[in-house]
């Protein structure tokens, strides 16, 4: 079984099976992180193809990071994955820019409800109430909990990737996590009491 | 350790980034403080539940997309690279005009191209279709786009896996400056870059760039 360098290391000699199985982990985390960044799947999806672009334009130059455990589970790479969600993070801070220059109509900017969650009906309703207080958190807490979430990566190491300190990151994610407490409540009582 | 630290350290002991001694101190703490675990469970609740937050997939027309992408990374380093087979000194004609045009991009207007300007092309040459434009939507509907808007040779193909786009030996009429500079420009950093979607996210402006190229190199050259 190849290792985690073995398998970045035949990527970026062009094998395809290695580029598959180095990027194909990645989807559905960066989909989420962008959808739940941009409040549009569409758009996300579009950067999740730049992100892609941009990761395959550049590969053949990567370095991994000195002191990550490469890892060798299913997942996303940690040999990759500071710098994949960088480049996801500053395409999505570009769009949100674009955006606000060039404000959609709002058919367009419009967040698309998910579907409940499988499951009894209490917890889909709050999962659906979780997913639009996450999107109704302040940009800086969302990236810092979406990253979390969706990364695996450590709180240093998304510090790196937002560019701010250590404890801003923590205090960023202390505050989010709070303020969903307070949005929540109301549906983890109710659940709760059933 | 005392609630103020315990309380700043809450989420480094939630998601278990904290050295081991410093967890028995955390952990002994929460043992005497019901107020800190009480703060410290609901963080934690709240913690398990962001992370059953419904995941969205990928759709079918991106995992598509996303094929195609792979492929043509993946494609024989003969076929990725090599954007130009031919004699040497088509070859040397191909360095020099690459370096023609990153002046020409360089150069903020453009020359109207002499009418009439023909180059002579190798028998045989390669074209690459940028991997920005492979991956967009109908890339093959561009391509024939291109090819109508700024005169490439019909005789141009596209692989609708791979997206790699290839030229077959020329024959009959001699390509003109357009198919050169496309050729060229194709296989080349410099279009490359500029066919970057994030900076030039539009067919038209694309378009634009290659045609003020072309003519810019037709005017530099004054081949005719």
Partial sequence: ?194 | MDCSEMRSRALAYIYGEMPLAERRSAEGHLAGCESCLAEVRGMSDMADLVGKVEQVVPSTEFHRRFDRLVTAEAAPARTRRASFRGPASSRALVAIAAGIAVLAWLRTEWAPIPSGTRLTLPPSCRIQVPLDLAWRDGADADLESLRDRVGLAVNATVDPESGVSEQQDTEGPTPSWSEACYTLGAGSDVLRWKLDPSASPRLDRDLEWIRGAIESMGADLGEG
């Fill in chain 1, 1 to 194: 079984m190849k290792s985690e360098l073995e398998r970045l290391k035949a990527a970026q000699a062009g094998d395809r099976g290695a580029l598959e199985r180095l990027l194909v982990p990645f989807q559905t985390p960066l989909l989420n992180y962008l959808y739940r960044m941009l409040g549009d799947r569409h758009q996300a999806e579009d950067l999740l193809q730049e992100t892609f672009v941009r990761v395959l334009r550049s590969l053949h130059g990567f370095r991994p990071p000195e002191g990550v455990d490469p890892g060798g589970g299913e997942g996303p790479s940690p040999l990759l994955a500071r710098w994949v969600f960088t480049i996801a993070t500053n395409l999505a801070r570009d769009a949100r820019r674009g955006r606000r220059r060039d404000p959609q109509p709002l058919a367009d900017a419009e967040v698309e409800a998910p579907s409940p969650a499988e499951g009894s009906a209490e917890d889909g309703g709050l999962l659906i109430a979780l997913d639009a207080a996450i999107r109704g958190l302040p940009e800086t807490q969302r990236e810092v909990l979406l990253l979390r979430i969706h990364s695996g990566l450590t709180f240093g190491r998304i510090a790196e990737i937002l560019g701010c300190p250590l404890n801003t990151a923590l205090g960023r994610m202390h505050y989010a996590l709070n303020r969903l407490r307070r949005s929540l409540r109301p549906y983890m009582a109710m659940v709760q009491e059933r």
